[in-house]
């Protein structure tokens, strides 16, 4: 039995050690890895960030509170404030407020006139003269001739040289040239079925985004619901500043992130936004174009033809620099052209005596001026009002 003995002892000495072996294996495994390794969905083992793991993010913490890793009670942050918003000044007031701006603008007109035509004896120099003043103000040639046809007949019959009868007939006969009759109501009005759609079109430089942005302000005003297009995707800042408009007022902007996307894309984009939103008015922006590139004139047809796909477009607002005289006609009459003007929207108005423009606009395009900019300030843009505008001029 002695062999058999010393097996036994081999046996479980052989036992110990490896017992001992695993013992000493699961306490190194341990030591080193920690708890037990997570899986991901996959199964595969969530490692340090090296290249081939898979990170498994931790949930944030609820909004408003913040993590207190030493077991204690979450602690609540204080909420950031609410941004107050700016209440822009109501327009129907604008213009008799901006109107001693406008009378400082525009009196060199009716100055110079009321000089010429108190004159006794008025002869043929001094029509001439009146004339040029007249051509000089952007009223157009015929408008021109209209008016001193009128004034010389007035003079003439009445044989008259009174300062303030000269100033009363010179009043009437420029508020008839304006035509007070034309409706120069912004059409803002939500259908049943969908928002207000406004195109705004115009060439480089003439302050039209500046312009969509102080319109929001001008409907925020009056308690509409509205929302930006911005779909002038050529410049990036554009849809920034316009963005930054509507901040202001809580006017929401449908924009795209990418630089040259398709203006029709996003303008389709607003549109849809706005009638799923149920807003009242969708301001649409568009790039400034040349009116002698043919390409870009033909883009502003595909805006208008994209977004009637969504809802019909109710008023094409062009905006006009006041200070470019002929060629902003001829600017216009290229617009007109490609779509249809219901509207014009004269800027930079404050410094100029370029007053005249009004009457060649409207004659030329058969649409009235609607909306006048008079500052650079964010509510100095007013509904156009003809007795007002005249007032000023005459003085």
Known sequence: MGPINELWEILTLVTVVVLGGLALLVALVRGRGGDTATLDRDGRTAGDGSEGDVLVEEPPAPSGEVENRGGGVAVEEPEAPTPTLERPDSARGRLQRLRARLARSNTAIGQALLSLLSRGGLDEQAWEDVEDTLLASDLGVEATQELVDSLRTRVKVEGTSDVQQVRQWLYDDLLRLVDPSLDRRIAASRSAEHPAVILVVGVNGTGKTTTVGKLGRVLVAEDKDVLFGAADTFRAAAADQLQTWGERVGVPTVRSHTEGADPASVAYDAVRGGVEAEVDVVLVDTAGRLHTKRGLM?????????????????????????????????????????????????????????????????????????????????????????????????G
């Open 298 to 394: 033909d883009e502003l047809g595909k805006i208008k033809r994209v977004v009637e796909k969504v809802a019909p477009v109710g008023e094409v607002l062009l905006v006009l620099d006041a200070t470019t005289g002929q060629n902003g006609m001829r600017q216009a009459e290229e617009f007109a052209k490609e779509v249809a003007i219901t509207g014009i929207v004269l800027t930079k108005m404050d410094g100029t005596a370029k007053g005249g423009i009004v009457v060649n606009v409207q004659r030329k395009l058969g649409v009235p001026v609607k909306l006048i900019g008079l500052g650079e300030g964010p509510d100095d843009l007013a509904p156009f009002d003809p007795e007002a505008f005249v007032g000023a001029i005459v």
